[in-house]
């Protein structure tokens, strides 16, 4: 019964997409809607989601940012406002047309993003130095028509987190944009275990409308590239068609400078993606809604036993999100694998003989490895071995992102990497767009990001031959 519990998951080597979506059905974190290309997050999907909020939300809240909400709703006239912008979303936008038996006059956008809502209210709101900066976030969902869908990775419908600030020069506003992409890299790698490359968009990739898009890239465990955050720096496109003006101290009027920046329910895919194996999940401590599962393990003496888990869970109920499976119908294997597929880090199991010897057993959920600990000691452990979860699942995705990025400067060889292995290729590049969507045309593969780290001297554009200051990272991607 065990092996067949597994078996109901592909194989990632057989089929890595099957196995995505066999791990998110079979640990309930989401499952398919009666609405095309939307998915319901059930409820432990929505706990992983609800604990990064947490986390990010307070890291917003900390550096001064405060949380409001904009409408869902958004006039034509208002999203047509920035040409650019407009033209970056109109495949994906979904249109209200009639309110009721009657049809509107103006056609209703259901939010893609929300910079032309948000910065038509910012107009109204700020007229003075003094009532700069303006550093909002809003929780929300969006809905962007995609053709082509998959759960967590790309959905009609998605949550997310959108910061949109106002400031009164040019430099203050770039070091916003730059502030939130670190929070960014800082979030996902410390509480999501998941390493990243930091640096900015091409002008072909940036974002509509802004002057200027930075991301964090990470690699999932297919080799392929997920964008895990971006921050733009939308300079002041938006601030002149909009017209949010302020009096400076000078007593010139000015436009404001604008960023806008977002993390998504994507990441849960990311997280999938990057930790997870053949029997599951595997879930980094910070974010698990479930740390510890105790498992009593009582064929023999059953009401000891069970007396003995329910001590241990109060004892760290205070401590730890866990949950005690004391189930009847389920053998303790079965059990076993099914908080595994669930990717909860620690397995806590308490037996008879365990009793007697005053110990109890951890499994680790990353490793496999069982260790036996005193009674007296079980809180300290535990506490040490999600820290030590945390960090080796972080060691783990970075040491597989490293093993599979590639310096390639040949295009032949380029293209014959990108087709055979999987991962990042860096490479020089002289920074011509034309050149990038050769790359893009002749390969599938696109630029990822400039890093700002800049760890090789001048050399020449992979494509083009001419020379080039700047390496790149390509990929293929999500």
């Given amino acids: 019964m065990e092996n067949e519990y597994v078996k109901e998951i592909t194989s990632k080597s057989q089929d890595f997409s099957q196995w995505y979506v066999d791990v998110i059905l079979k640990a309930e974190l989401a499952d398919y809607s009666p609405v095309r290309g939307c998915m319901v997050i059930r409820p432990y999907g929505y706990a992983v989601w609800e604990n990064m909020q947490k986390l990010l939300d307070a890291r917003f809240k900390s550096t001064g940012h405060k949380n409001a909400y904009f409408p869902l709703f958004i006039p034509e006239s208002l999203l047509k406002k920035e040409a650019e912008h407009v033209e970056g979303f109109a495949p994906e936008v979904a249109w209200v047309t009639h309110g009721g038996q009657e049809e509107l006059a103006e056609r209703i956008a259901v939010r893609p993003t929300s910079e032309t809502i948000i910065c038509s209210m910012y107009s109204k709101w700020i007229k003075s130095w003094r009532d700069l900066p ?8 969006v809905v962007r028509w995609e053709k082509s869908t998959r759960p967590f990775l790309r959905t009609a419908e998605f949550l997310w987190q959108e910061g949109h600030t106002a400031h009164r020069t040019e430099e203050d506003a770039e070091e916003e944009t730059l502030k939130m992409l670190e929070i960014y890299r800082d979030f996902v790698e410390t509480d999501l275990a998941l390493p990243v490359i930091k640096g900015r968009k091409s002008e072909n990739e940036k974002f509509a409308g802004a002057l200027r898009t930075y991301t964090i890239e990470a690699m999932m465990s297919d080799g392929k590239a ?11 496109h938006f601030s002149k068609v909009f017209d949010i003006t302020f009096l ?21 895919g990311a997280i999938i993606m990057t930790h997870g194996d053949d029997r599951g999940l595997k879930l980094p401590p910070k974010i698990a809604p479930v740390q510890v599962i105790i498992v009593p393990i009582s064929s023999q003496k059953k009401d000891m036993v069970l007396n003995k888990a329910a001590e241990i869970f109060a004892r760290l109920k205070q401590d730890f999100r866990l949950e005690m499976d004391d189930r009847d119908e389920y053998t303790p294997g079965w059990k076993f694998n099914e908080w595994e597929m669930k990717g909860v880090p620690v397995r806590l199991e308490v037996g008879p003989k365990d009793i007697e010897k005053h110990q109890v057993i951890l499994v680790r959920r990353d490793t496999g490895e069982k260790i036996s600990v005193d009674e007296s000691e079980i809180n300290s452990k535990l506490k040490s071995l999600l820290d030590e979860i945390q960090v080796n699942m972080f060691r783990q995705a970075k040491r597989f992102m490293d093993e599979n990025t590639r310096e390639i400067e040949d295009f032949e060889e380029f293209k014959k990497v990108i087709e055979e292995k999987r991962g990042f290729i860096k490479t020089h590049w002289c920074e011509n767009g034309d050149c990038e969507k050769f ?3 002749q390969t ?35």
């Avoid at 997920?226 to 002041?236: D, P």
């Avoid at 007593?251 to 329910?265: A, I, P």
């Avoid at 020379?467 to 790149?472: I, L, P, T």
């Fill in 439 to 441: 790359i893009k045309e």
């Fill in 134 to 141: 303006v550093l909002i976030n809003q929780w929300c969902n």
């Fill in 444 to 478: 599938g593969a696109t630029l990822r990001c400039i890093p700002f780290e800049q760890d090789a001297g001048p050399g020449r554009c992979i494509v083009c031959g001419k020379e080039a200051n700047k390496v790149v990272y390509f990929a293929k991607s999500y």
């Fill in 226 to 236: 997920l964008q895990a955050g971006t921050s733009h720096n939308l300079g002041q």
């Fill in 248 to 268: 400076d101290q000078d007593g010139q009027l000015k436009n404001v400078w604008q960023t806008s920046w977002g993390v998504s329910t994507r990441l849960i």
